[in-house]
């Protein structure tokens, strides 16, 4: 078996035992807490395959291993999301939590490959995505909750300066972009 071959085996291996482990981890919490595995639980079913693709991206070669990365950071991304929304049964935060799935979870992805192979370019585009899926979540949080409304939690100060505090984060995005492109060679 060549050195290539051996590379993937291990990386199967690796990425299979870690969700074993994972999975051990959360009937053992299960049990331990007496949780219902079933009505708490179900949002593992999402994490733990994306946690699988994640592993197997890390550890496949080339541009095939940067999009199983890039998807597996958005299935466990939209798994988190859900297992929070289950816990604090606020679905209605889809509204602008998608900005963490899409975005963050794809820049995770991203910056994990990039570190694991010592690509500089990759780690950097993925820590932009994550950082402008922080963004986008803040200032549609903000909209969605304190301007909107939209889980009933309206309060009449919050909404009055709701929209200053948008202008401001979009300005300091803005700024903040400017600068960063002024700083590049």
């Known amino acids: 078996m060549d050195d290539d071959a051996r590379r993937r085996r291990l990386g199967w291996e690796t990425a299979i035992g870690g969700l074993l482990l994972l999975l051990g981890v959360a009937v053992l919490l299960g049990q331990a807490f007496h ?17 699988g693709l994640l592993g197997l991206g890390l550890a496949a070669a080339g541009r095939s291993g940067e999009v199983l990365a890039s998807v597996g950071g958005v299935v466990t991304m939209a798994g988190l999301v859900l297992l929070v929304q289950n816990a604090t049964d606020r679905f209605d935060t889809w509204a602008y939590a998608w900005t963490l799935v899409v975005l963050v979870g794809a820049g995770i992805g991203r910056w994990l490959v990039g570190m694991v192979r010592g690509r500089g370019d990759l780690a950097a585009s993925g820590g932009w995505l994550i950082a402008a899926g922080l963004v986008a979540f803040l200032a549609f949080a903000v909209f969605f909750e304190v301007v909107i409304g939209i889980g009933g939690r309206r309060s009449g100060a919050a909404s009055r300066y709701a929209l200053a505090a948008l202008l401001i984060l979009a300005g300091l995005a803005l700024l903040g972009r400017r600068l960063l492109a002024a700083r590049r060679p």
């Open 35 to 51: 949780l219902e595995l079933g009505r708490v639980g179900w949002p593992f079913f999402v994490i733990v395959p994306g946690l």
